[in-house]
Nanobody
């Protein structure tokens, strides 16, 4: 079955970095755009970034531009999110998801999430 498993979350101080990973299985990874979305405590789901199936095109929400980098390794069926200069507002559960490139909230599969906490 289709499965997305995130890892790499944790507690980090403001200004620090984390790298999230998402291992995909059960589908042809190279055919799909992938994305990261997040949900902060008490808030709704927020789209963060999307990468196309080849890894050649990416999109970001304004609040993370210049700080986060999405990438993928199609040989390993793995999606990544490098997060730098982290801020307390980045605290959230981060989800790896499969969905269309141009529609931020078009998601048909989502992982279980990994917690990211930015705090001193």
């Amino acid at each position: 079955q289709v499965q997305l498993v995130e890892s790499g979350g944790g507690l980090v101080q403001p200004g620090g970095s984390l790298r999230l990973s998402c291992d995909a299985s059960g589908f042809k990874f190279t055919l799909y755009s992938m994305k990261w979305v997040r949900q902060a405590p008490g808030k709704g789901l927020e789209w963060v970034s999307t990468i196309d199936n080849s890894g050649g095109s990416t999109r970001y929400t304004d609040s993370v531009k210049g700080r986060f980098v999405i990438s993928r390794d199609n040989a390993k069926n793995t999606l990544y999110l490098q997060m730098n200069s982290l801020k307390p507002d980045d605290t959230a559960v981060y989800f790896c998801a499969r969905g269309s490139y141009n529609h931020d909230y078009n998601i048909d599969v989502r992982g279980q999430g990994t917690q990211v906490t930015v705090s001193s």
